[in-house]
């Protein structure tokens, strides 16, 4: 019997089936799944988290390329056929550092497909408040930033903070729903959905929906604490539309974030500066879902790899119309694999962004956790196979 965790991964039914075990051992339901709701404190990456930003300028002895700002690059659409057929829509970048080139591999399915990302999409609104402030006011840090309510000044929060709230679903200060919408306040739904289009070149997106709860702040404002200078103010209000992206649009996004620092300019997120950027970033580490978590520990290379950074952001919900249940999953991992030194090699610098959606159909929407429990393993197993493939690299040799 071959005890190797990364050879018993092949055997992705099992490893589902180990999942679905997990999830009735511990009496798992929609309310509380057992990947989807694990949490970062259960995580043994929670103590890296501070050194992030740190792990994330570290500069390999060879760089990879990115395709220029907002345009699409090619995408393999054959390239993720080995995935299960629940996950409906997919897209993986795999980045190599390369003779000072920056290189990297787009595969897909339906990875241009528009749909509904669930909270997923939560981040876009965040990165386009950070900007404007880098823009308007560059010298300005974030740790000196406070969200008010110009109406009531006893109403105030750390901009920091809140992201990481939005991310954590800790609800240290309000919902992460109504975080998500406070956060949309401070660009018009037509100009935000505008500056995503410019990113990833998608013209066919659609981001102009909320998440179903009301701003947690109806007009905020963005103050400077220390001068008291307001830096952004909410925007007129506007019809909602709907929050429809695809997963390569997603993948772009976290990959941006991921590799900004080894990005040269015409390809980075304009006027964003790292250290504003690292405030996402942090928050991003904390993310309730650890799939990259299980995948790590399912093929026994959790304790071997060392600079690991995981950001990531889930997404879940159900639909009445399309009588379904989704999981979605955006995720951004890198670390040193030590294992090809083995076989006389070198290590080897991992790092990938990726987006999963997945879906279940439905029998009884009012009492779907045996479906929920499906979906959760089946991200858990689909992930898992993701990063046995990256470092057995075999994604690339398609």
Not at 42 to 58: C, V
Not at 135 to 140: A, E, G, L, T
Not at 174 to 198: H, I, P
């Amino acid at each position: 019997m071959n005890n190797n965790p990364l050879e018993q991964a092949k055997n992705r039914q099992q490893i589902f089936d180990n999942f679905i075990q997990i999830e009735q051992k511990i009496g798992a339901n929609a309310d509380k799944l057992a990947f989807l709701d694990r949490g970062i404190h259960q995580s043994q990456y929670q103590k890296n988290i501070s050194d992030y930003p740190r792990f994330l300028t570290r500069k390999p002895l060879q760089y990879s390329s990115y395709p220029s700002f907002g345009k699409i690059p090619y995408i393999d659409e054959e390239g993720l056929n080995f995935l299960h057929p629940q996950i409906q829509e997919a897209c993986v970048c795999l980045g190599k550092f390369e003779a000072g080139e920056l290189k990297t591999i787009w595969l897909g399915r339906n990875s241009l497909k528009t749909a509904q990302f669930w909270s997923s999409t939560k981040i876009i609104p965040v990165l386009n408040t950070l900007t404007q402030i880098d823009q308007q006011f560059p010298q300005s840090h974030i740790n000196n930033l406070e969200i008010k309510d110009p109406k009531n000044t006893t109403i105030k929060f750390p901009l920091d903070l809140a992201i990481q709230d939005l991310v954590t679903y800790e609800e240290q200060l309000a919902t992460s729903n109504a975080l998500a919408a406070l956060f949309k306040r401070f660009e018009t739904r037509a100009n935000l959905e505008k500056s995503v289009q410019k990113i990833t070149g998608n013209l066919n997106l659609k981001f102009q929906g909320d998440y179903g709860e009301v701003p947690a702040i109806q007009n905020p404002i963005i103050v400077n604490r220390e001068t008291q200078t307001i830096l952004l103010k909410a925007t007129s209000d506007s019809p909602k539309g709907e929050n429809l992206v695809s997963a390569y649009d997603l993948t772009r996004l976290i990959s941006l974030i991921g590799w900004h620092a080894y990005l040269p300019s015409e390809s980075q997120l304009p006027n964003l500066q790292q250290k504003t950027l690292n405030s996402l970033i942090v928050a991003m580490g904390q993310d309730t879902a650890r799939y990259m978590d299980v995948a790590l520990e399912t093929l026994g290379i959790e304790q071997l790899i060392t600079t690991p950074v995981i950001l990531s952001k889930m997404g879940f919900g159900d639909s009445e119309t399309r009588q379904t249940v989704e999981a979605c999953y955006m995720a951004f991992v890198q670390f040193i694999d030590p294992l090809p030194k083995a076989k006389g090699k070198s290590a080897e610098f991992r790092t990938l962004a990726l987006t999963l959606r997945a879906v279940i159909p439905v029998a009884n929407l009012k009492d779907y956790s045996p479906e929920a429990l499906q979906l959760d393993a089946r991200m858990a197993a689909e992930v898992t196979e993701i990063i046995r493939r990256v470092v057995a690299e075999e994604l690339d040799q398609l």
